[in-house]
């Protein structure tokens, strides 16, 4: 058999050596799982060192609020109740439309003139009775046939008497021609003519008729003058109608009167601006005209009125009443005091001439006056000082001007004003 050459001949692992590598093995297995726990545990030393620095800023935070509450929030609320005198006054003023302010010396206000003038015209209904006949008319041929002829004249008025009985007069003076004589015959001269009956009614729309004259009775001439008409009479009727009284008139301006006269004081009230004042007595109305084309015993149903009515009146500003007033408490109380608030007034109208333009007014106003107190001065007084003291300093330097103070610290712990003078706020209240 063959045997092997070996040109190198392979190490001898011991036991010793063998060992020695399995435990080599097994440090650094070790050491592999020791950096891997080495790795997790970092996010969370990462974590821990960002909440640090948090809670701090957070903390300082709180601090610098608590810090600024404790120092800009304290505020103190002074409510002083000062002893309130009141003042009355009775003054007698004038409101003079020639006046332009209010002039205190003078006792006078400016006050303006206003006027207004109204129009009405009314149809009002005739309340008289009476009988509304119409007159039958027509016209009829008059002949002349009297011997020896001759023209006869017939003046405006006569009568004409139908054969029926019937009366017509004329209203024109009548030349009746003289006839023509031929032998012992006669040609009668003629001549037409309007007649109207002397009634109305419809009796006297006669037919044609022959017609006498009644006033030649008794004479040659009653049988040769006469007349005759060749048509109807006619326009004859009778009906009940209404016609004008003088109570009829009078009513009319009474009533038309009375309501121009409330509608020119309306437009005269609605032409003053809301910021006058208009006393009822100083408000004068007129009627300037009142008339009517009707005529008593005129037959109609209505008939036309008309009356023209002027307002006018002197009116003056409430502002400046409250003004002169106001002007004159402060010129009568004594220094050092201020008034509570507008004075309260009433006023009445005394003589009033208003085409002169001027209205006495009598005044009645009073207003409340107290010690006047300069808060600035006051609430620099009171900075840093606790209830008792602000009580002490109000009452040594107002003294029986004062009826009663209240002092209010906020929030709870704050025991003394604070030593800004805006966070110490003063009320005065009455």
Known sequence: MARKIYDIKPPKVTKKAEKDVKDFLKIQT???????????????????????????????????????LFFKLPKADITIWPKVEVLSFNQTITADKSTDAINLENSAIPAKYFEVTKTNSEDFPATGNASNEGRATGSIVVYNK????????????????SDSGKIFITYQKVVVPAGKKSGSKITPGSVQINVEAVEGGN??????????????KGTSYYYTVYATSSADMSGGYAGKVKKITADD???????????????????????IPDDYIVLDSAVFSEIISASTEAKVGTVVDNFNYQVVAKSSTLAFKKADI???????????????????????????????????????????????????IDKNSTGLSLLGKNISQIEQTINSSMGENVSKVDVKFWPFWVKAAPKSQKAVNIEIKF
């Open 146 to 161: 009297s011997d020896p002829v001759k023209p006869l004249t017939f003046k405006e008025g006569t009568h004409f008497m």
């Open 249 to 271: 008139i009078q009513t009319a301006k009474d009533t038309l009167s009375q309501k121009t006269k409330s509608d020119v004081v309306a437009d005269l009230r609605n032409e």
């Open 322 to 372: 409250d003004e002169f007033a106001k002007k004159y408490i402060i010129s009568q109380m004594p220094e050092g005091r201020t008034l509570v608030k507008n004075p309260e007034i009433t006023y009445s109208t005394g003589l009033v001439d208003v085409s002169e333009g001027r209205a006495t007014l009598n005044l009645d106003f009073s207003s409340g006056t107290y010690q006047s």
């Open 203 to 216: 009796d006297y729309n006669i037919p044609p008729s022959n017609f006498s004259i009644p006033g030649l």
């Open 30 to 68: 070790s050491s592999g799982s020791r950096r891997g726990a080495v790795s997790r545990q970092e996010p969370q030393r990462k974590k821990q060192s960002i909440r640090q620095p948090i809670a701090i800023g957070v903390v300082v935070v709180v601090l610098f609020v608590c810090g600024y």
